[in-house]
């Protein structure tokens, strides 16, 4: 999808109305969030009540997908031209400010609106299902059986294009009320970041299998700031 | 509310039809998810389009608090009778299974249902921004400037009682089909935390104001499991 435009256009959902300065429509932006986050929480709506499902997504160029049983209420009320949000926050900082008021975090959020489709080309689905894999665990599709008929058959793959939405990003320090700096109040950031730490190999493997670099190093793309 | 059950009722929304016996009805369970997670997503539904606002939360007792500027529209929608759905994911490791069906994360989540209500009254919301703020960083709330007049009036306090919800909890080695434990695959978890670094101070601190510990020795209540 190389001829989209390099930001998205806003709508009146999108439009910031609160801090406008923290908001950006640059694709890239959007991207690097999404791609970093290891899952996302996938909104929709049955009957005018909100329901939410944390679940891992993937992207491939202007496309982020999802998965799940075909059973799943939710994915099939999607699939039936349900409208979807897409949401995705990495917490970078905690900000401590000199007041409770603002108190706040540092955070890089995407939220991304529209209709999803249900992904049934097979030759698509198959690529989703390895963006997915590779998503969370760069590396790792090459490593591992591929779905079979069956769970292929049980799986339902959703697909979201990139056209409405929004990221927000706050970073920094704490931005206090002008007569707060004279209080003898610390402030400051706490950084937090989500490390890796060392793989459990399973008990059931086979002689002579090593740790692969991609779970002994393994990094999210683009770690990490505060 | 010291007289509610040990558990909730089971709904039709929250009753699990797959992997049944992964999810929780029980009260600590849920609380101990909600106390540890940093934010929690807010979904909502206006029109028939859903919407999630990634958010501050706290808790006390069976009731979860969330807080925003009053002109914010989905905040008005959920004061106004909207139904909400409150939920919150924990992401302990990744599971690499040998097959690309079996690749997970274990995880604790929580999703809660209900009508929200504003809270007007001045005392429990004052209490309520007070338990946000500890919940964040506890210790804090002695140290900081309360809130004033103008700062009461812009925000709006939300309160969920705890009455419609489950915990969901995966946890432990990938589990395989069982032909698949002859693949010469490495599988196990890569476990995840997130983890605290070293705060960084303000600029304009005031001279001989030192790091409190809950800053220097921040973490989360429940850290951490694979």
């Known amino acids: 999808m190389g001829t989209s435009s390099a930001a998205l256009e806003p709508t009146p959902r999108t439009t910031l109305k609160r801090a406008p300065d923290r908001g ?5 932006a959007i991207h690097a969030i999404l791609d970093e986050a290891l899952i996302c929480h996938l909104g929709f709506s049955i009957g005018g009540k909100p329901g939410i499902i ?19 209420r939710a994915l099939r009320a999607l699939a039936a031209g349900g409208d979807a949000c897409v949401e995705v926050t990495l917490i970078d900082a ?17 939220i991304l609106y529209g209709p999803m489709r249900e992904v049934t080309d097979a030759q698509e689905k198959l690529e989703a299902l390895r963006v997915m894999v590779e998503h969370a665990i760069p590396g790792r599709w090459k490593d591992v059986r591929g779905p079979n008929v069956q769970e292929f058959q049980r799986t339902m793959v959703l697909a979201l294009d990139i056209h409405e939405g929004t990221a927000k990003v706050r970073s920094g320090p704490p931005i206090d009320d002008e007569e707060d700096y ?4 610390w402030a400051g950031v706490i950084p937090l970041e989500q490390r890796p730490g060392v793989p459990a190999s399973d008990g059931r493997l086979l002689p ?3 740790v ?3 779970a002994s190093d393994y990094r999210r793309p683009g770690e990490s700031r505060s």
């Open 182 to 185: 004279e209080l003898a109040c």
């Open 94 to 110: 905690l900000v401590l400010g000199r007041s409770a008021f603002h108190q706040s975090m540092n955070y890089r959020s995407v």
């Open 54 to 72: 944390p679940t891992i997504l993937g992207r491939s160029g202007d496309t982020v997908y999802v998965h799940g049983s075909t059973a799943n």
């Open 208 to 210: 002579g299998v090593d």
């Open 24 to 28: 950006t429509y640059d694709r890239e």
């Open 212 to 214: 692969p670099a991609y």
